[in-house]
């Protein structure tokens, strides 16, 4: 009798509200509108990119084609419908990134959660199997999300020199004299100056984007489709370097004003509908590598799902790991919202229009920085000036300071930059320099470079500071100053540079020199850079 009544005791089941498919589509909404309030500026940062960046210029059309590719291939999927436990997974550590953001004011780990978080819903959703059957679609959506600025800085650099070698390389095949320094090309008269927008990267994310698409959509060997999405790297910069070339041609033949412009636009346009032709070339000459179907349109899937082909077969118990997701969601709401905006800590410091011009037996005059520079500079306040001490001794200080640093506005290595102005790097090291004054001892570390552009050379010591502390490490100096904005809410901080000749060849000389300047400056430092 007993285990009779054991027997006929039922289960736990789920609400059969939850069993239904309007209810589960419901619970998905909700997660979405949920995540979307969680990483609201994440959202917010996302769309002005897409709107306002011509490298992200197609990002408002990405989930439109997630969409369409998500349903395409889930019609085509008989895998079963069951709801999955990694999607909570995903979504955890978005949503985690998502406070990393709230705390640090820092854009790109927002950014990456947002996505990462969407992925998990879907995935808490539709379940691992289904999830697998459908990866093209998640990935795709992937190419919305903006490069972090740090590695667009590297990457617009190395498209820029790479493309301004070939095109001087053009340029001469069609015996024009043309000479290189660095991103400036010198057509004698007139100098052409390869320009980040000119880096090539409005070609290369929306082609990679576009090529990855026509990859899904090719019937091949997955060889092949690999093969047509990574073509758009060299077809990119292969293109690019004939747009520069072209422009200096035209230069040259008919002035300035033929990179300016309406010519200059269209020019644009006119070499990237000339990738998508190669792009497509190239993918009829692999249709004649293997199979017997040569037609290019056949080779392309484009056939949607038959009505009611592949209904999910939906299971019970489905929807926990989506309620898990909502649960999550709603935590993370409630603790952004608790953060809310922290006030930022802004140490005291003295401007640099008062930091003094006689320092020691050395003299200082101001050097100039055109208004091009500044803007691109975007510091908070800057330092130019050319101390000078007796005859041929010479050392510029530069120091760009940032009082708050956000994704894009942030001190760069001169590793990156100056190559683009046609210095070739010589040396490059990590040291340390040793300092005794007043019967204290200092220690700091420093880069130290030397770099050389025809017959000139020159000697350069440079460090980061970040929030109070110098580093050498670029990559270090993020590091400290993520951990600052999550910690104390401080962003602050900044480069120091200096600069010195090398006048007859005396490296040792010009260190030596170099160091003493640095050795009397460095006490005034703290009251300008806290």
């Known amino acids: 009798m007993l285990a009779s009544s054991a027997a006929a005791k039922p289960s736990l089941r789920l609400p059969a509200l939850f069993r239904q498919d309007a209810a589960l589509w419901v619970l998905v909404l909700i997660n979405c509108v949920l995540v979307t309030a969680a990483f609201y500026n994440s959202v917010a940062a996302t769309l002005d990119v897409w709107m ?53 004011q820092t854009r790109f780990p ?32 992937l190419f919305g999300l903006p490069m972090a600025n740090g590695i667009q800085v590297i990457l617009t650099g190395a498209l820029q020199m790479a493309s301004s070698i070939g095109a001087v390389a053009l340029i001469r095949l069609v015996d024009i004299p043309v000479l290189r320094e660095g991103n400036v090309i010198d057509l004698g008269p007139i100098q052409l100056q390869v320009a980040e927008a000119c880096s090539g990267l409005r ?34 910069i292969a293109m690019n370097i004939v747009r520069i070339g072209v422009t200096g041609l035209l230069v040259d033949r008919f002035g300035v004003a033929a990179a300016e412009g309406f010519f200059h636009d269209f020019e644009g346009w006119i070499i990237y509908c000339a990738c998508l032709v190669i792009l497509a070339v190239e993918m009829k000459l692999l249709c004649f590598v293997g199979g017997s179907d040569r037609s290019l349109l056949r080779r392309l899937d484009l056939d949607l799902p038959a009505r009611d082909h592949g209904r999910a077969t939906i299971r019970e118990g489905q929807a926990w790991p989506s309620l898990a997701v909502a ?66 001794e010479l050392v510029n200080a530069w120091i760009a300071y940032y009082s708050s640093q956000y994704s894009g506005n942030a001190a760069h290595s001169p590793l990156v930059c100056m190559p683009g102005g046609g210095w070739q790097i010589e040396q490059a090291q ?101």
């Open 203 to 236: 070609y290369l994310f929306p082609l990679a984007t576009f090529s990855f698409l026509c990859a899904y959509l090719y019937i091949g060997h997955p060889l092949k489709k690999a093969v047509i999405f990574l073509s758009s790297i060299p077809i990119t």
């Open 327 to 392: 649960g999550l969601a709603l935590a993370a709401l409630l603790l952004v919202v608790g953060i809310g905006t922290r006030a930022e800590h802004a140490p005291m410091r003295s401007s640099f229009a008062l930091f003094p011009r006689e320092i020691g037996a050395w003299r200082g005059v101001e050097a100039p920085v055109d208004d091009e520079s500044l803007r691109a500079l975007n510091a908070t306040d800057h330092l130019s000036v050319n101390f000078v001490r007796n005859e041929g």
């Open 52 to 104: 306002n960046s011509p490298e992200y210029n197609y990002g408002l059309l990405v989930p439109v084609v997630v969409a369409l590719m998500l349903w395409r291939d889930l019609g085509r999927s008989a895998a079963p419908q069951t709801g999955g436990w990694w999607g909570v997974g995903l979504v955890g550590f978005g949503l985690l990134l998502g406070l990393v953001e709230a705390l640090s």
């Open 430 to 530: 990590e040291t340390t320099l040793t300092f005794s004054r007043d019967g204290t001892t200092t220690v700091i570390p420093a880069n130290r470079i030397i770099i050389a552009q025809g017959s000139t050379r020159q000697l350069v010591y440079y460090w980061f500071v970040e929030g109070g502390a110098i580093v050498t490490n670029e990559y270090h100096a993020k590091a400290r100053l993520f951990a600052n904005a999550v910690m104390e809410n401080r962003r602050d901080g900044a480069l120091v540079r200096f600069v010195a000749p090398i006048n007859g060849g005396d490296i040792a000389a010009v260190d030596t020199q170099m160091q003493s300047f640095i050795g009397e400056l460095l006490p005034v430092l703290p009251a300008y850079l806290p």
């Open 110 to 141: 927002g950014q990456v959660g947002l996505f990462l978080s969407f992925i998990g819903i879907y995935i808490a959703w539709q379940g691992e199997a289904r999830s697998r059957a459908t990866w093209p679609g998640l990935v795709f959506l």
